[in-house]
Protein backbone atom coordinates (compact mmCIF):
# COMPACT_ATOMS: atom_id res chain seq x y z
CA UNK A 1 0.00 0.00 0.00
CA UNK A 2 1.56 2.90 -1.01
CA UNK A 3 2.24 6.48 1.00
CA UNK A 4 0.50 8.75 -1.29
CA UNK A 5 -2.85 6.15 -1.05
CA UNK A 6 -2.38 6.47 2.72
CA UNK A 7 -1.57 10.65 2.44
CA UNK A 8 -5.09 10.60 1.22
CA UNK A 9 -7.12 8.40 3.74
CA UNK A 10 -4.95 8.53 6.55
CA UNK A 11 -2.55 11.58 6.63
CA UNK A 12 -2.12 11.12 10.34
CA UNK A 13 -0.24 7.78 9.72
CA UNK A 14 1.89 9.71 7.23
CA UNK A 15 2.54 11.90 9.78
CA UNK A 16 3.33 9.59 12.51
CA UNK A 17 0.16 10.74 14.81
CA UNK A 18 -2.25 8.20 15.75
CA UNK A 19 -5.23 7.78 13.69
CA UNK A 20 -8.52 8.21 14.40
CA UNK A 21 -9.42 5.08 14.24
CA UNK A 22 -12.73 3.57 16.26
CA UNK A 23 -10.87 0.03 15.99
CA UNK A 24 -6.84 0.39 16.01
CA UNK A 25 -4.99 -2.58 13.82
CA UNK A 26 -2.27 -2.32 12.01
CA UNK A 27 -2.15 -0.44 8.74
CA UNK A 28 -4.42 -1.83 6.05
CA UNK A 29 -2.61 -4.86 3.81
CA UNK A 30 -3.15 -5.48 0.36
CA UNK A 31 -5.47 -8.54 1.36
CA UNK A 32 -8.05 -6.03 2.89
CA UNK A 33 -11.16 -4.14 1.22
CA UNK A 34 -10.75 -0.52 2.16
CA UNK A 35 -14.24 1.31 1.48
CA UNK A 36 -16.24 4.71 1.92
CA UNK A 37 -19.15 3.42 3.53
CA UNK A 38 -22.14 5.31 3.80
CA UNK A 39 -24.68 4.11 6.20
CA UNK A 40 -28.09 3.57 5.28
CA UNK A 41 -29.88 1.42 8.17
CA UNK A 42 -29.28 0.20 11.94
CA UNK A 43 -31.19 -2.65 13.28
CA UNK A 44 -31.66 -4.78 16.07
CA UNK A 45 -31.74 -8.79 13.63
CA UNK A 46 -34.50 -9.94 15.81
CA UNK A 47 -34.93 -13.02 13.65
CA UNK A 48 -31.35 -14.59 12.32
CA UNK A 49 -33.07 -17.38 10.58
CA UNK A 50 -34.34 -14.96 8.13
CA UNK A 51 -31.55 -12.57 7.00
CA UNK A 52 -31.71 -10.64 4.44
CA UNK A 53 -28.34 -11.01 2.28
CA UNK A 54 -27.23 -8.21 -0.13
CA UNK A 55 -28.61 -9.35 -2.62
CA UNK A 56 -32.00 -9.52 -1.61
CA UNK A 57 -32.26 -13.25 -0.73
CA UNK A 58 -32.68 -14.92 2.45
CA UNK A 59 -30.41 -16.74 4.29
CA UNK A 60 -30.09 -18.51 7.83
CA UNK A 61 -27.68 -16.35 10.72
CA UNK A 62 -25.36 -19.25 12.10
CA UNK A 63 -22.45 -16.72 13.17
CA UNK A 64 -22.32 -16.67 17.34
CA UNK A 65 -23.06 -13.04 17.11
CA UNK A 66 -26.39 -13.90 15.81
CA UNK A 67 -27.34 -15.82 19.40
CA UNK A 68 -26.34 -12.34 21.15
CA UNK A 69 -28.43 -9.58 20.29
CA UNK A 70 -26.70 -8.84 17.11
CA UNK A 71 -27.32 -5.21 15.23
CA UNK A 72 -27.23 -5.20 11.12
CA UNK A 73 -25.30 -1.49 10.45
CA UNK A 74 -26.18 -1.77 6.54
CA UNK A 75 -23.87 0.33 4.59
CA UNK A 76 -22.88 0.34 1.28
CA UNK A 77 -20.29 2.78 -0.94
CA UNK A 78 -17.17 2.43 -3.18
CA UNK A 79 -13.40 1.29 -2.54
CA UNK A 80 -11.69 4.08 -1.31
CA UNK A 81 -8.43 4.30 -3.85
CA UNK A 82 -11.54 4.04 -6.72
CA UNK A 83 -12.97 7.17 -4.95
CA UNK A 84 -10.21 9.18 -4.58
CA UNK A 85 -8.86 8.46 -8.03
CA UNK A 86 -12.05 9.67 -9.58
CA UNK A 87 -12.74 12.51 -7.46
CA UNK A 88 -10.55 15.26 -9.15
CA UNK A 89 -12.56 14.62 -12.22
CA UNK A 90 -15.75 16.22 -10.09
CA UNK A 91 -16.16 19.67 -10.26
CA UNK A 92 -17.06 20.99 -6.63
CA UNK A 93 -20.83 22.53 -6.46
CA UNK A 94 -22.19 25.05 -4.20
CA UNK A 95 -25.77 23.34 -3.32
CA UNK A 96 -27.08 26.99 -3.29
CA UNK A 97 -26.21 27.65 -6.76
CA UNK A 98 -26.19 24.81 -8.81
CA UNK A 99 -27.15 26.02 -12.89
CA UNK A 100 -28.45 23.44 -15.05
CA UNK A 101 -25.33 23.09 -17.17
CA UNK A 102 -24.10 22.38 -14.05
CA UNK A 103 -26.36 19.88 -13.08
CA UNK A 104 -26.16 17.87 -16.66
CA UNK A 105 -22.31 17.64 -16.43
CA UNK A 106 -22.74 16.72 -12.81
CA UNK A 107 -25.25 13.94 -14.25
CA UNK A 108 -22.96 12.83 -16.88
CA UNK A 109 -19.90 12.33 -14.52
CA UNK A 110 -22.27 10.30 -12.15
CA UNK A 111 -23.51 7.44 -14.69
CA UNK A 112 -19.47 7.54 -16.23
CA UNK A 113 -18.60 7.29 -12.64
CA UNK A 114 -20.84 4.17 -12.11
CA UNK A 115 -20.20 2.52 -14.72
CA UNK A 116 -16.97 1.74 -13.31
CA UNK A 117 -16.81 1.64 -9.81
CA UNK A 118 -19.40 -1.22 -7.82
CA UNK A 119 -21.22 -0.18 -5.05
CA UNK A 120 -21.66 -3.38 -2.57
CA UNK A 121 -24.12 -3.35 0.21
CA UNK A 122 -21.86 -4.19 3.20
CA UNK A 123 -24.08 -5.52 6.18
CA UNK A 124 -21.56 -5.19 9.44
CA UNK A 125 -22.95 -7.51 12.22
CA UNK A 126 -22.04 -6.73 15.88
CA UNK A 127 -23.72 -8.36 18.86
CA UNK A 128 -24.91 -5.43 22.01
CA UNK A 129 -22.47 -7.37 24.08
CA UNK A 130 -19.39 -6.56 22.02
CA UNK A 131 -16.76 -4.23 23.87
CA UNK A 132 -16.81 -1.88 21.18
CA UNK A 133 -20.92 -2.02 20.40
CA UNK A 134 -20.95 1.14 21.68
CA UNK A 135 -18.00 3.10 20.01
CA UNK A 136 -19.75 1.30 17.22
CA UNK A 137 -22.81 2.54 17.44
CA UNK A 138 -21.52 5.73 17.86
CA UNK A 139 -19.56 5.95 14.65
CA UNK A 140 -21.75 4.09 12.19
CA UNK A 141 -24.49 6.64 12.60
CA UNK A 142 -27.44 6.43 9.96
CA UNK A 143 -26.58 9.26 7.07
CA UNK A 144 -22.89 9.19 8.10
CA UNK A 145 -19.80 7.75 6.31
CA UNK A 146 -17.18 6.23 7.58
CA UNK A 147 -13.93 4.03 6.25
CA UNK A 148 -14.59 0.42 6.77
CA UNK A 149 -11.38 -2.02 6.52
CA UNK A 150 -12.76 -5.84 6.34
CA UNK A 151 -10.86 -8.78 4.66
CA UNK A 152 -12.26 -11.31 2.85
CA UNK A 153 -12.75 -14.65 4.65
CA UNK A 154 -15.33 -17.77 6.18
CA UNK A 155 -17.38 -16.46 9.41
CA UNK A 156 -15.33 -17.81 12.33
CA UNK A 157 -15.99 -17.08 16.41
CA UNK A 158 -14.70 -14.13 17.53
CA UNK A 159 -14.43 -12.21 14.64
CA UNK A 160 -17.37 -9.53 13.49
CA UNK A 161 -18.62 -10.80 10.67
CA UNK A 162 -19.33 -8.71 7.37
CA UNK A 163 -21.65 -9.91 4.73
CA UNK A 164 -21.11 -8.22 1.32
CA UNK A 165 -22.12 -7.84 -1.90
CA UNK A 166 -25.17 -6.71 -4.54
CA UNK A 167 -27.81 -8.35 -6.43
CA UNK A 168 -26.91 -6.77 -9.60
CA UNK A 169 -23.06 -8.46 -9.39
CA UNK A 170 -22.39 -11.55 -10.99
CA UNK A 171 -23.52 -14.74 -9.37
CA UNK A 172 -20.48 -15.67 -7.50
CA UNK A 173 -19.91 -12.21 -6.15
CA UNK A 174 -23.58 -11.66 -4.85
CA UNK A 175 -22.85 -12.76 -1.45
CA UNK A 176 -19.49 -12.58 -0.21
CA UNK A 177 -17.96 -13.01 3.63
CA UNK A 178 -15.62 -11.26 5.85
CA UNK A 179 -14.63 -10.17 8.93
CA UNK A 180 -14.35 -6.28 9.95
CA UNK A 181 -10.96 -5.30 10.56
CA UNK A 182 -11.41 -1.56 11.49
CA UNK A 183 -13.34 1.31 10.90
CA UNK A 184 -12.05 5.31 11.03
CA UNK A 185 -13.77 8.71 11.01
CA UNK A 186 -13.45 9.90 7.11
CA UNK A 187 -11.26 13.08 7.06
CA UNK A 188 -13.02 16.06 6.38
CA UNK A 189 -11.58 17.30 3.06
CA UNK A 190 -12.90 13.61 1.87
CA UNK A 191 -16.26 13.71 3.73
CA UNK A 192 -16.71 17.49 2.08
CA UNK A 193 -16.43 15.59 -1.64
CA UNK A 194 -18.15 12.46 -0.70
CA UNK A 195 -21.29 14.17 0.78
CA UNK A 196 -20.80 16.36 -2.57
CA UNK A 197 -20.79 13.39 -5.01
CA UNK A 198 -22.96 11.44 -3.37
CA UNK A 199 -25.68 13.52 -3.37
CA UNK A 200 -28.71 14.85 -5.47
CA UNK A 201 -26.82 18.13 -6.54
CA UNK A 202 -27.51 16.74 -10.06
CA UNK A 203 -31.33 16.88 -9.36
CA UNK A 204 -33.06 20.23 -9.50
CA UNK A 205 -35.89 21.17 -7.09
CA UNK A 206 -39.74 21.15 -8.75
CA UNK A 207 -41.72 23.99 -9.13
CA UNK A 208 -44.46 23.43 -6.79
CA UNK A 209 -47.30 26.38 -7.62
CA UNK A 210 -49.90 26.25 -5.16
CA UNK A 211 -53.65 28.07 -5.48
CA UNK A 212 -56.08 28.37 -2.52
CA UNK A 213 -59.57 27.32 -3.56
CA UNK A 214 -60.89 29.21 -0.36
CA UNK A 215 -61.80 26.51 1.57
CA UNK A 216 -58.18 26.17 3.19
CA UNK A 217 -56.38 27.90 6.23
CA UNK A 218 -52.93 28.44 5.44
CA UNK A 219 -51.40 25.93 7.42
CA UNK A 220 -48.45 27.14 10.03
CA UNK A 221 -44.99 27.53 8.80
CA UNK A 222 -41.98 24.80 10.25
CA UNK A 223 -39.78 26.76 12.52
CA UNK A 224 -36.52 26.06 10.32
CA UNK A 225 -34.08 24.42 11.94
CA UNK A 226 -31.02 26.09 14.45
CA UNK A 227 -28.59 27.17 11.74
CA UNK A 228 -30.58 26.72 8.44
CA UNK A 229 -31.54 29.80 6.57
CA UNK A 230 -35.37 30.10 7.21
CA UNK A 231 -35.69 30.95 3.42
CA UNK A 232 -33.83 28.44 2.01
CA UNK A 233 -33.34 25.63 4.37
CA UNK A 234 -31.12 23.01 2.25
CA UNK A 235 -28.91 25.91 1.90
CA UNK A 236 -26.97 25.42 5.27
CA UNK A 237 -24.39 27.92 4.45
CA UNK A 238 -22.67 28.12 7.32
CA UNK A 239 -21.95 24.62 7.79
CA UNK A 240 -20.90 24.28 3.66
CA UNK A 241 -18.15 26.75 5.18
CA UNK A 242 -17.52 24.89 8.18
CA UNK A 243 -16.65 21.40 6.53
CA UNK A 244 -14.76 23.81 3.94
CA UNK A 245 -12.55 25.79 7.12
CA UNK A 246 -12.49 22.31 8.60
CA UNK A 247 -10.99 20.91 5.58
CA UNK A 248 -8.31 23.45 5.07
CA UNK A 249 -7.18 23.31 8.78
CA UNK A 250 -6.68 19.56 8.59
CA UNK A 251 -4.37 19.92 5.70
CA UNK A 252 -2.22 22.71 7.45
CA UNK A 253 -2.28 20.52 10.28
CA UNK A 254 -1.20 17.04 8.81
CA UNK A 255 1.00 19.25 6.63
CA UNK A 256 2.93 20.48 9.43
CA UNK B 1 -64.86 34.11 18.23
CA UNK B 2 -66.95 30.84 18.01
CA UNK B 3 -66.25 31.21 14.32
CA UNK B 4 -62.83 31.91 14.23
CA UNK B 5 -62.22 28.57 16.21
CA UNK B 6 -63.97 26.25 13.82
CA UNK B 7 -62.09 27.88 11.23
CA UNK B 8 -59.28 27.34 12.65
CA UNK B 9 -59.89 23.43 13.01
CA UNK B 10 -60.27 23.82 8.86
CA UNK B 11 -56.93 23.69 8.01
CA UNK B 12 -56.43 22.65 4.38
CA UNK B 13 -53.60 21.47 2.19
CA UNK B 14 -52.59 23.98 -0.66
CA UNK B 15 -53.77 22.65 -3.99
CA UNK B 16 -50.86 21.51 -5.79
CA UNK B 17 -49.61 21.49 -9.52
CA UNK B 18 -45.88 19.93 -10.09
CA UNK B 19 -43.95 21.96 -12.50
CA UNK B 20 -47.36 23.46 -14.44
CA UNK B 21 -49.09 19.94 -14.26
CA UNK B 22 -51.81 18.50 -11.53
CA UNK B 23 -51.22 14.58 -11.83
CA UNK B 24 -55.27 14.35 -11.13
CA UNK B 25 -56.55 17.19 -13.13
CA UNK B 26 -58.34 14.33 -15.83
CA UNK B 27 -59.08 12.17 -13.27
CA UNK B 28 -62.79 11.76 -12.69
CA UNK B 29 -62.16 9.87 -9.71
CA UNK B 30 -60.23 8.07 -7.20
CA UNK B 31 -61.69 4.26 -6.33
CA UNK B 32 -58.49 3.61 -3.51
CA UNK B 33 -55.44 2.31 -3.15
CA UNK B 34 -53.42 -0.32 -4.26
CA UNK B 35 -50.40 -2.13 -2.44
CA UNK B 36 -48.53 -4.95 -4.62
CA UNK B 37 -46.47 -7.91 -3.00
CA UNK B 38 -43.06 -7.04 -3.33
CA UNK B 39 -42.05 -8.87 -0.42
CA UNK B 40 -40.18 -6.57 1.94
CA UNK B 41 -40.76 -3.14 1.06
CA UNK B 42 -43.42 -0.27 -0.59
CA UNK B 43 -45.06 -0.43 -4.14
CA UNK B 44 -48.11 0.74 -4.05
CA UNK B 45 -50.67 3.05 -6.56
CA UNK B 46 -53.62 5.15 -5.87
CA UNK B 47 -56.33 4.01 -8.48
CA UNK B 48 -59.10 5.61 -10.54
CA UNK B 49 -62.59 5.12 -10.89
CA UNK B 50 -61.50 2.28 -13.45
CA UNK B 51 -59.12 0.93 -10.91
CA UNK B 52 -56.67 2.37 -13.16
CA UNK B 53 -53.02 3.10 -11.36
CA UNK B 54 -52.97 7.26 -12.00
CA UNK B 55 -50.06 7.88 -9.23
CA UNK B 56 -47.27 5.38 -8.22
CA UNK B 57 -46.21 5.53 -4.60
CA UNK B 58 -42.73 3.92 -4.20
CA UNK B 59 -41.30 1.19 -6.33
CA UNK B 60 -39.51 -1.20 -4.12
CA UNK B 61 -39.18 -4.44 -2.85
CA UNK B 62 -35.73 -6.31 -1.52
CA UNK B 63 -35.91 -9.40 0.31
CA UNK B 64 -38.51 -12.42 -0.49
CA UNK B 65 -39.24 -9.96 -4.23
CA UNK B 66 -41.25 -11.82 -6.46
CA UNK B 67 -39.20 -9.82 -9.51
CA UNK B 68 -35.85 -11.39 -8.13
CA UNK B 69 -35.56 -13.48 -10.95
CA UNK B 70 -37.71 -11.90 -13.57
CA UNK B 71 -37.43 -9.47 -16.86
CA UNK B 72 -38.23 -6.03 -16.52
CA UNK B 73 -41.29 -6.43 -18.93
CA UNK B 74 -42.74 -9.17 -15.97
CA UNK B 75 -41.87 -5.94 -13.46
CA UNK B 76 -43.87 -3.70 -15.65
CA UNK B 77 -46.51 -5.60 -16.41
CA UNK B 78 -47.34 -6.66 -12.75
CA UNK B 79 -47.02 -3.10 -11.51
CA UNK B 80 -48.04 -1.28 -14.23
CA UNK B 81 -46.66 2.68 -13.31
CA UNK B 82 -45.41 3.72 -17.04
CA UNK B 83 -49.15 5.51 -17.59
CA UNK B 84 -49.01 7.31 -13.92
CA UNK B 85 -48.20 11.15 -14.40
CA UNK B 86 -46.46 11.20 -11.28
CA UNK B 87 -44.38 8.71 -9.43
CA UNK B 88 -43.27 9.61 -5.84
CA UNK B 89 -40.28 8.52 -3.75
CA UNK B 90 -41.35 8.38 -0.03
CA UNK B 91 -37.87 8.40 1.10
CA UNK B 92 -34.76 6.64 -0.01
CA UNK B 93 -34.03 3.37 1.62
CA UNK B 94 -33.42 0.98 -1.36
CA UNK B 95 -36.59 -1.03 -0.59
CA UNK B 96 -38.92 1.90 -1.09
CA UNK B 97 -37.62 2.25 -4.86
CA UNK B 98 -35.27 -0.81 -5.95
CA UNK B 99 -37.54 -2.44 -8.31
CA UNK B 100 -37.63 0.52 -10.44
CA UNK B 101 -33.73 -0.18 -11.13
CA UNK B 102 -34.72 -3.38 -12.80
CA UNK B 103 -38.11 -1.98 -14.06
CA UNK B 104 -38.11 -0.29 -17.66
CA UNK B 105 -41.49 1.81 -17.91
CA UNK B 106 -41.67 3.11 -14.46
CA UNK B 107 -38.52 5.47 -15.16
CA UNK B 108 -39.76 6.77 -18.16
CA UNK B 109 -42.36 8.48 -15.83
CA UNK B 110 -41.92 12.06 -14.23
CA UNK B 111 -40.67 11.37 -11.03
CA UNK B 112 -41.25 13.81 -7.51
CA UNK B 113 -38.75 12.81 -4.91
CA UNK B 114 -37.36 13.64 -1.38
CA UNK B 115 -34.06 15.50 -0.85
CA UNK B 116 -32.40 13.62 1.45
CA UNK B 117 -28.98 12.41 2.45
CA UNK B 118 -28.61 9.08 1.33
CA UNK B 119 -26.62 6.11 -0.27
CA UNK B 120 -24.91 6.21 -3.17
CA UNK B 121 -26.77 3.48 -4.53
CA UNK B 122 -29.84 5.20 -4.32
CA UNK B 123 -27.85 8.44 -5.83
CA UNK B 124 -26.87 5.89 -8.42
CA UNK B 125 -30.39 5.05 -9.69
CA UNK B 126 -31.85 8.60 -9.87
CA UNK B 127 -28.97 9.08 -12.25
CA UNK B 128 -30.87 6.75 -14.43
CA UNK B 129 -34.11 8.66 -14.38
CA UNK B 130 -34.94 11.21 -17.02
CA UNK B 131 -37.75 13.47 -15.62
CA UNK B 132 -36.94 13.52 -12.23
CA UNK B 133 -37.22 16.72 -9.48
CA UNK B 134 -36.90 17.51 -5.79
CA UNK B 135 -39.85 18.60 -3.64
CA UNK B 136 -37.54 21.63 -2.46
CA UNK B 137 -36.30 21.91 0.93
CA UNK B 138 -38.44 25.35 1.72
CA UNK B 139 -41.91 23.50 1.46
CA UNK B 140 -40.69 21.16 4.22
CA UNK B 141 -43.86 20.85 6.73
CA UNK B 142 -46.56 22.16 4.46
CA UNK B 143 -49.63 20.12 2.96
CA UNK B 144 -50.40 20.34 -0.22
CA UNK B 145 -53.19 18.51 -2.25
CA UNK B 146 -53.99 16.95 -5.95
CA UNK B 147 -57.69 17.26 -6.35
CA UNK B 148 -59.30 14.35 -8.98
CA UNK B 149 -62.42 15.99 -11.18
CA UNK B 150 -64.64 15.31 -8.69
CA UNK B 151 -63.33 16.45 -5.75
CA UNK B 152 -60.95 13.71 -4.47
CA UNK B 153 -58.14 14.13 -2.79
CA UNK B 154 -54.75 13.18 -2.56
CA UNK B 155 -52.58 14.85 0.55
CA UNK B 156 -49.27 14.88 0.90
CA UNK B 157 -45.76 16.62 3.22
CA UNK B 158 -42.35 16.32 3.34
CA UNK B 159 -42.54 15.60 7.04
CA UNK B 160 -39.32 17.18 7.86
CA UNK B 161 -36.30 19.01 6.62
CA UNK B 162 -33.11 16.12 5.87
CA UNK B 163 -29.99 16.13 7.90
CA UNK B 164 -26.95 17.00 6.06
CA UNK B 165 -24.47 17.67 8.91
CA UNK B 166 -22.50 14.50 9.49
CA UNK B 167 -22.50 15.12 13.49
CA UNK B 168 -26.18 14.72 13.67
CA UNK B 169 -28.34 11.60 13.23
CA UNK B 170 -30.90 11.63 10.26
CA UNK B 171 -33.35 8.71 10.16
CA UNK B 172 -34.79 9.54 6.38
CA UNK B 173 -37.85 7.35 7.40
CA UNK B 174 -38.36 10.80 9.52
CA UNK B 175 -37.82 12.96 6.92
CA UNK B 176 -39.53 11.51 4.32
CA UNK B 177 -43.17 12.10 1.98
CA UNK B 178 -46.44 10.81 3.58
CA UNK B 179 -49.60 10.90 1.70
CA UNK B 180 -53.15 10.21 2.45
CA UNK B 181 -56.42 9.78 -0.39
CA UNK B 182 -59.27 11.56 0.72
CA UNK B 183 -63.15 11.04 -0.79
CA UNK B 184 -65.94 13.69 0.40
CA UNK B 185 -69.46 13.50 0.32
CA UNK B 186 -71.35 16.28 -1.16
CA UNK B 187 -72.48 16.61 2.83
CA UNK B 188 -68.85 17.16 4.14
CA UNK B 189 -68.41 14.03 5.14
CA UNK B 190 -65.80 11.54 4.16
CA UNK B 191 -63.14 8.81 4.06
CA UNK B 192 -59.63 8.71 4.17
CA UNK B 193 -56.67 5.94 3.58
CA UNK B 194 -53.57 6.42 4.86
CA UNK B 195 -50.43 5.75 3.16
CA UNK B 196 -47.34 7.25 5.39
CA UNK B 197 -44.45 5.41 3.94
CA UNK B 198 -41.90 4.41 6.63
CA UNK B 199 -42.86 7.64 9.01
CA UNK B 200 -44.68 6.83 12.49
CA UNK B 201 -48.32 8.17 11.72
CA UNK B 202 -47.45 10.69 15.08
CA UNK B 203 -44.73 12.24 12.85
CA UNK B 204 -47.72 13.88 10.33
CA UNK B 205 -48.92 17.24 10.91
CA UNK B 206 -52.05 17.24 8.48
CA UNK B 207 -53.02 13.81 9.60
CA UNK B 208 -53.86 15.06 13.19
CA UNK B 209 -55.89 17.87 10.85
CA UNK B 210 -57.71 14.88 8.72
CA UNK B 211 -58.73 13.34 11.95
CA UNK B 212 -60.09 16.52 13.27
CA UNK B 213 -62.66 16.87 10.03
CA UNK B 214 -63.69 13.49 11.47
CA UNK B 215 -62.79 11.81 8.43
CA UNK B 216 -63.70 8.15 8.82
CA UNK B 217 -60.85 6.33 8.49
CA UNK B 218 -61.43 3.24 6.08
CA UNK B 219 -58.01 1.92 5.45
CA UNK B 220 -54.45 2.21 6.29
CA UNK B 221 -50.49 0.78 5.24
CA UNK B 222 -48.95 0.03 8.21
CA UNK B 223 -45.57 2.36 8.28
CA UNK B 224 -42.24 0.78 7.78
CA UNK B 225 -44.08 -2.59 6.76
CA UNK B 226 -45.03 -2.89 10.89
CA UNK B 227 -42.20 -2.31 12.70
CA UNK B 228 -42.53 -1.44 16.30
CA UNK B 229 -39.95 1.31 16.39
CA UNK B 230 -40.36 4.85 16.84
CA UNK B 231 -44.25 3.74 18.09
CA UNK B 232 -45.33 6.46 20.10
CA UNK B 233 -47.88 7.55 21.98
CA UNK B 234 -48.63 10.09 19.21
CA UNK B 235 -48.94 6.97 17.03
CA UNK B 236 -51.21 5.40 19.57
CA UNK B 237 -53.42 8.53 20.21
CA UNK B 238 -53.97 9.08 16.85
CA UNK B 239 -55.25 5.69 15.83
CA UNK B 240 -57.19 5.11 18.86
CA UNK B 241 -59.12 8.70 18.31
CA UNK B 242 -60.02 8.13 14.61
CA UNK B 243 -63.44 7.93 13.79
CA UNK B 244 -63.63 4.20 12.49
CA UNK B 245 -66.63 2.02 11.33
CA UNK B 246 -66.48 -1.44 13.45
CA UNK B 247 -64.61 -3.88 11.35
CA UNK B 248 -63.70 -2.16 8.49
CA UNK B 249 -60.48 -0.74 8.84
CA UNK B 250 -58.44 -2.36 5.95
CA UNK B 251 -54.74 -2.47 7.65
CA UNK B 252 -51.65 -3.35 5.21
CA UNK B 253 -49.16 -4.75 6.28
CA UNK B 254 -46.54 -4.86 3.26
CA UNK B 255 -43.54 -6.91 4.26
CA UNK B 256 -42.05 -10.18 3.32
CA UNK B 257 -43.39 -13.40 4.90
CA UNK B 258 -39.60 -13.69 6.68
CA UNK B 259 -37.25 -11.16 7.77
CA UNK B 260 -35.13 -9.88 10.57
CA UNK B 261 -36.89 -8.06 12.06
CA UNK B 262 -39.88 -10.18 12.13
CA UNK B 263 -42.51 -7.52 10.73
CA UNK B 264 -45.13 -7.47 11.09
CA UNK B 265 -45.79 -6.39 14.43
CA UNK B 266 -49.65 -6.33 14.28
CA UNK B 267 -49.98 -6.39 17.85
CA UNK B 268 -49.58 -2.83 18.36
CA UNK B 269 -52.59 -1.96 16.06
CA UNK B 270 -55.27 -4.34 17.04
CA UNK B 271 -53.81 -3.16 20.97
CA UNK B 272 -54.83 0.23 19.81
CA UNK B 273 -57.53 -0.12 17.05
CA UNK B 274 -58.95 -3.72 18.68
CA UNK B 275 -61.92 -4.87 16.24
CA UNK B 276 -62.54 -2.53 13.70
CA UNK B 277 -59.40 -3.71 11.75
CA UNK B 278 -58.97 -5.78 9.44
CA UNK B 279 -55.41 -6.67 9.14
CA UNK B 280 -54.32 -8.21 6.06
CA UNK B 281 -50.39 -9.38 4.99
CA UNK B 282 -49.10 -8.64 1.55
CA UNK B 283 -47.07 -11.97 0.96
CA UNK B 284 -50.85 -13.41 1.60
CA UNK B 285 -51.83 -12.67 -1.51
CA UNK B 286 -49.15 -14.67 -3.28
CA UNK B 287 -51.34 -16.93 -5.13
CA UNK B 288 -52.97 -16.30 -8.65
CA UNK B 289 -52.41 -13.38 -11.04
CA UNK B 290 -53.93 -10.44 -8.72
CA UNK B 291 -50.60 -10.25 -6.64
CA UNK B 292 -51.94 -6.79 -4.85
CA UNK B 293 -54.43 -5.84 -2.75
CA UNK B 294 -56.77 -2.92 -2.84
CA UNK B 295 -58.11 -0.41 -0.08
CA UNK B 296 -61.46 0.63 -1.85
CA UNK B 297 -63.18 3.17 -0.74
Request: aromatic share 10%.
Given at each position: ????????????????????????????????????????????????????????????????????????????????????????????????????????????????????????????????????????????????????????????????????????????????????????????????????????????????????????????????????????????????????????QYQKLTQG | MSSERARELIVGGDLAQIDGFNPLAEVESLNGVRVYDVGQG???????????????????????????????????????????????????????????????????????????????????????????????????????????????????????????DASKHEDCNRTGVALAVVKRTPSGEGTVILVPGDAPFGRVRYYEHLRAQKLTLRG??????????????????????????????????????????????????????????????????????????????
Open positions: MSDEYLWDIYPDIVNGREPPFVLLIPTPEDEDHVHFAFVEDVEEVEEPAALEAPDASTMVGKHPVFRNQAVRFRTSGPDARMFLDAVAGFDQLDADNITDAQRQKRRAQLREFFKKVPLPIIDIYVSKFDADYKAIKQTLLPGSWTLVVFRDGALEAGLRPVIYGAPEFQPAERIRYARLRSLAAVTPPVELRLRDIFSFNHIRDADISTEDDGSATPQPKPQPMPGLDAANPWKQTHRQEDYAQKAV | DSIAILDNRDRPVLQIDYGGRQDSPFRDQSSEYIDKCMPAGDCRLVMVTHWDEDHWCSAARAAAVRGATWLVPRQVTSPRAVRFSTELTDVSCIPESRVGQAFCFKAMNGDEVWWEKIAASEPLVAFHHGSRSHWTEATRRLLRTWPVNRWDVRTVFSCSRDNPFRHPHVENYEEEMGETIEIVRTPSCRVGNDRYIDIAF
